[in-house]
């Protein structure tokens, strides 16, 4: 689609750039999520070109986003404690 059309649409799209492309990521983990959303939300309020409303709704949504990777992360640690408490107290 070209910007043209993008704006007839009225939609807000951030298209990626020749500079801004990156390699590709694995997100395997809540860190490696919340790495790439702290990258993608650097990105964001760094474009000079962006409408500053969009920008503060992508910026609020990659937040959003970031938390419920971190509370995922907490749980999956909680989640390992838990685990390596049973593994103790069974017998094998």
Request: aromatic residues 2%; glycine residues 2%.
């Amino acid at each position: 689609m070209t910007r043209g059309r993008l704006a007839r649409l009225d939609r807000v799209v951030f298209l990626p750039t020749a500079a801004s492309a990156a390699a590709p990521v694995r997100l395997r983990s809540p860190a490696d999520v919340l790495a790439l959303l702290e990258a993608e939300a650097a990105r964001v309020r760094a474009d000079p070109t962006a409408d500053p409303v969009a920008r503060a709704r992508a910026v609020s949504t990659l937040a959003r986003v970031a938390l419920d990777a971190i509370e995922a992360d907490q749980v999956a640690a909680r989640v390992s404690a838990i685990e390596a408490v049973l593994a103790r107290r069974s017998p094998s």
